[in-house]
């Protein structure tokens, strides 16, 4: 897993947001488009692509996409 390819994936979730903003710094919850459902399409996009199970909890618990991103290579087998 890259984390260039995590951040595209955690952008795509995102429909009023251009790509080109997204970086692993990225506080992904500042941008106005973030809401209960954007955090759904992210857990089970994470559950889809990398077969992590993901919670609410982590998504609160982090503040960028690089806190996802670490969170979900702790958890790969």
């Known amino acids: 897993m890259e984390l ?3 951040v595209q994936n955690i952008a795509a979730q995102f429909d ?16 106005e488009e973030w809401s209960s459902l954007t955090a759904l399409s992210i857990i089970a996009m994470i559950d889809e692509k990398y077969h992590v199970t993901f919670q609410g909890d982590d998504i609160r618990n982090s503040s960028s996409i690089n806190d996802l991103f670490e969170i979900v ?3 790969m087998g």
């Open 16 to 31: 009023e947001t251009d790509t080109s903003v997204f970086a692993a710094d990225t506080k992904f919850r500042d941008f």
């Open 4 to 6: 260039k390819e995590f």
């Open 73 to 75: 290579k702790s958890r």
